[in-house]
């Protein structure tokens, strides 16, 4: 049982505030993504629970036992350094073996574990070499295998696919995911791709300034998402907003528009949709096409509404051309709200 | 200008200078040790050998050196460590320690006379404390190991320092991100400095031993100071042969025997602090 608590963990340092009172658990065997933008504080949570940072305040507690005040070696963790920290004087045989080494265990037993964990990160060529002799993408993978091998409860990784080919991450997330399911670990997974985000995590954690923003399954961010910020950071391109003004009994005028939305008393709203949530219509929102991009099965539109910039996702059988007047509507049920002052979704 | 040239008469003052200054005066002393009124021969190379003074003066440079260099290696590794731990006072610390540097080696030697001599410092306070009821001469012919141990700890005190000072710029350059990933790794502090420490700094390690070796065997005006003849090596030796005896020919071949010997030491050290290819940091 390896579940991850953190509790009002925060960190400064002078007077920076890296984090602030960040509360999270983590479900034994889960794969948790940290995801935020650069300089949120995703490297500094994951240091705080390895141990290498201490937190201004708070607690951290793995399988039911805090272990804050624990030396790294002792909170049964392994991690994947942002850097990599491929120790450069020993090969990679012994680069992965290190831990293995440091728990003393026979040579048998660190051989076949190194055997086994270079063959799924596919370096199994690599092993007599040194981290001098070795490609970014191929020394990411060292530091990847040496955590591995570790076969620990918890597995911390700071970005371990970022320097991979496109093809390559492909084939290592679907890898690296099975691996981690299959030896029951914890993980948590940080990294700033959201594709990467999506496609790995069973929660996913959106960090904003020393923040969790929310905390949910990745269909859950992606369709509801709770702040204006995970609304604008996740989806390619993220979501559209327009400023609503209300008309009395749930109803809200959007550029033109009168809509359904939520009953409350604010005296203004963010609306928020997906760009591939808009649909053309007979009657709606009017949009004066400025770009057209072909994505393949859909064309991207960066369209001009009332004055501020809107894309929709339309399919590609449509013909829109530069200047083209468009009238779209929202899909049914796909129209989100923010408060504006508070940035977090009405309902 | 052709860049393929340009290197080459960019280093051609200082070669020149060198040549003048360092390779032809070579050539003079070496032409000298192999020489004799007769022409080539290496009557100068066996008449210091012979010489019942040069095994006693080979012995003690050498043992001097097994006895200095290897604590002051692990010492300097000490001090370096705990300089590099320090937060505040780093510079302090460091600019204190590494004062010894700045003094000349026989002047070290007549601080540390002063403090063995008979009426020296460590005279006074043995009287001073009843130890002993009058000051008596540590450093005569009946106390060998005293004067040994005056010696070794005149170069110990003078000379860690400039180890100190290359194995602190080497441990420096160690990113801090290695020693987190071996702690992460279940390494524990010593297991860090055996582990990870030595082996990345093999190339300070390498610089600092060689440089230290070619002076212990160089060592003389300590040795001058505090043994004066009672502890013979080679450096006093040849010393003696230039000055005392005006041997010329006898001086040059006991200075090319001590580049030798400092030759084969540098090229054992090398060889046994190598970095392996593609293994540097
Ligand atoms: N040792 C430190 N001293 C001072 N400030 C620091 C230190 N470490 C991190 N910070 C600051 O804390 C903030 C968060 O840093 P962190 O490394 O956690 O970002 P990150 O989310 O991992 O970013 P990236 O995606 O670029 O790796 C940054 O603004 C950074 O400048
Ligand atoms: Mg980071």
Redesign the interface.
Known sequence: MAEIQIKNVAKSFGAYQALNDINLTIADQEFMVLLGASGCGKSTLLRII???ETATSGEVWIGGRRIDHL???DRG???V?Q?Y?V????TVFENIG??LR??KLPNDEVTRRVERVAGLMHIEMLLK?????LSGGQRQRVAVA?ALA?EPDVILMDEPLSNLDALLRMEMRAELKGVLAESKTTAIYVTHDQVEAMSMADRISVMHEGNIVQAASPIEVYRNPAAEFVASFIGNPPMNFLPANPQGGGKWSVAGQTWDGPATEKPLLQFAIRPEDMMQTEEGLTAIAKVVEPLGAHILVTCDVAGSQFRVILDSEMSVRPGQKLTLSPQPGRARWFDPETTLAVA | MNPRILPYVLILPVTVFLCMFFLYPFVLVAQQAFSTETGFSLDNFREVVDYWRFPISLQNTLLLAAAVVPFQVGLALLMATMVNRMKRGRDMILYIWTIPLGISDLAAGIIWLAIFDQSGFLNSMMNGLGVIDQPVNLLSYQNPGMVFLAIALAEIWRATAIMLVILVAGIGLI?K??Y????????SPW?RFSR?TL??L?PSLQTALVLRVILAFEIFAVVAALGGTLFPVLMGETYAYQFDLRNGGAAAAMALIILAISIGFTLIILRALR???????
């Open positions: 390895a141990g290498l030396s790294p070696k963790i392994a991690m350094f850097n920290a120790f450069p004087h020993l290190f831990g440091m728990q070499r040194y981290s001098g002799e040496r570790m | 990113p991100e290695y987190e990933a071996a702690e992460v790794f279940g390494a297991k990870i082996p990345l093999r970095v392996p290819k593609g293994a540097s940091i």
